[in-house]
């Protein structure tokens, strides 16, 4: 409770030491997130802060007796109060902590309202762990504070990912616990189970391989992306765009006849084919030639394009990635689509009603279930499945799981994915590591987006042109007690 709320007290001083000039308001409630709350105005006030605590709740000794012992050690130092004084500039949720469930009611309900209308009037939230009457597993909400800055201890909590429009900026703190360094995707301690490893910068900057003085289109691979079916030449375009944005030495695209001149005026620089009409072609154009295949942009659903998939992967152990109609030509028959990725790395970045389809389940489910539903699947088809959305969670084979949180609505648009297929296939191409592939495409998507202005108005060429920007403009490393760090996104 002590490394919780001294280090909550640390980033508070940090990002509004202007504000605490005018002092700062502590809203308390009786367990260990109002324990959590006593140690930050105690530690507050003895750096030479006003500060006042609104005790919503008085800690009781059966609850929670370090919350008792936090109050008695900073009550002499604070203003106690029954509500918070006119002008309050930063304000403190230490209400609710992890363990809340259901609908706050009564005086912390009431709290709530008074944080929400100091935030209205221009008061900075700073919240606890995670925003009073935010279900931290769920994300799930009745009333709920709305924060500036939401300080979560020893790792990022589920919940707040869910709902990351009530956090503002999400800074997870290192307060001693095991667990803290796998979140932040650190060595995972034994002593606890697995949880999601939060993929940063750091860990995408770690493996990315690099470009030497002297490389050239061999040394920095070759990819496939077959796809463009009849009247839908633009997700390859997309895709293999992002792939040149990417690094990737070289690019040939695969497509429906009709499609290869449309392609060929919009990507000059890539090599365009016919879809492969024997093993002769697919051996020449794509097994051994790619150092990856990318399979399904704009591909079109039928028993013709099923049969494409299964022969380009029959005939290789070439590493792949399959998104789009090359998973819907395999709805409801997962296990025959694991029996054809057998032997090689591969990567599947299904939406969840792509996912819904493959694993012959409902989308609701998909969604409800969003950190453990890819499991099973990825241990099915032995491939690594990319689960789409906000935020992406990467499920492995061997029982991991990664969550990138990082990206803007402006990827909320048509071709979106056909980028991350082509960030994902370079990637793939040159580390031959589907998870690696997976992680760094999503971050760096994602980060291509929070780099473009705005949301309304975006592009997904205004997204492209920013994949090099994102590629080496990788933030550095928190500083400790900092674990990681989300921005804050639009309500």
Not at 76 to 95: E, F, H, Q, T
Not at 283 to 295: C, D, F, G, Q
Request: proline share 5%; hydrophobic share 45%.
């Amino acid at each position: 409770m002590q490394r919780a709320g001294i280090a909550a007290a640390g980033e508070i001083s940090r990002r509004y030491s202007d504000r605490l000039a005018g002092g700062a308001v502590v809203f308390t409630g009786p367990g260990n997130n109002g324990g959590d709350g006593w140690v930050v105005a105690g530690t507050l006030a003895r750096s030479g802060v006003e500060v006042t605590v609104v005790e919503v709740a008085k800690a009781k000794t059966a609850k929670s007796p370090d919350a008792v012992a936090e109050r008695e050690a900073a009550i002499d130092l604070v203003k106690l109060a029954d509500s918070a004084p006119d002008g309050a500039a930063i304000v403190i949720d230490a209400l609710l902590g992890t363990g809340f469930e259901g609908d706050p009611r009564g005086n912390i309900g009431e709290a709530i309202a008074t944080i929400n209308e100091l935030h209205e009037r221009g008061a900075r939230v700073a919240a606890l762990d995670v925003p009073s009457g935010l279900d931290a597993t769920t994300g799930q909400h009745s009333a709920c504070v709305v924060a500036d800055l939401t300080l979560s201890f020893g790792g990022v909590k589920r919940g707040t990912l869910l709902a990351r429009d009530l956090c503002g900026d999400i800074v997870a703190l290192d307060i001693g616990l095991d667990y803290a360094r796998a979140t932040a995707g650190k060595k995972r301690a034994t002593s606890v189970p697995p949880l999601p490893i939060l993929v940063d910068a750091e860990w995408v900057r770690s493996r990315i391989p690099p470009i030497r003085f002297d490389a050239h289109k061999g040394t920095r691979k070759h990819l496939a992306i077959v796809g463009g079916g009849k009247g839908m030449p633009g997700a390859v375009v997309l895709a293999s765009r992002a792939a040149l944005r990417s690094g990737i030495g070289l690019v040939r695209v695969l497509v429906a006849p009709e499609n290869v001149s449309a392609v060929l005026a919009a990507v000059p620089s890539a090599l365009i084919s016919d879809w492969p009409s024997s093993e002769n072609q697919i051996e020449a154009e794509i097994s051994k030639w790619a150092h990856a295949v990318v399979i399904g942009p704009g591909l079109g659903k039928s028993q013709e394009t099923r049969s494409l998939v299964e022969r380009i992967l029959s005939d290789s152990t070439i590493p792949a990635l399959l998104d789009a109609d090359a998973l819907n030509v395999f709805e409801g028959d997962a296990k025959s689509l694991g029996k054809l990725l057998e032997g090689r790395p591969a990567l599947i970045t299904p939406h969840p009603a792509e996912f819904a389809r493959l694993a012959g389940i409902d989308v609701k489910s998909v969604l409800a279930e969003r950190f453990e539903i890819g499991l099973d699947l990825a241990r099915q088809l032995g491939a690594t499945v990319l689960l789409k959305g906000s935020p992406t969670v990467i499920f492995t084979p061997d029982g991991d799981r990664h969550v990138v949180a990082r990206g803007t609505a402006a990827l909320g648009t048509g071709g979106s994915g056909d980028l991350l297929d082509g960030i994902a296939g370079t990637m793939l191409a040159q580390t031959q590591d589907a998870t690696a592939a997976a992680c760094c495409a999503a971050w760096v998507h994602g980060r291509a987006a929070e780099f473009c202005e705005y949301v309304r108005g975006t592009t997904l060429e205004d997204v492209l042109y920013a994949l090099p920007r994102a590629w080496t403009e990788i933030e550095p490393p928190p500083e400790a007690p900092v674990l990681a760090q989300l921005p804050a996104v639009a309500r």
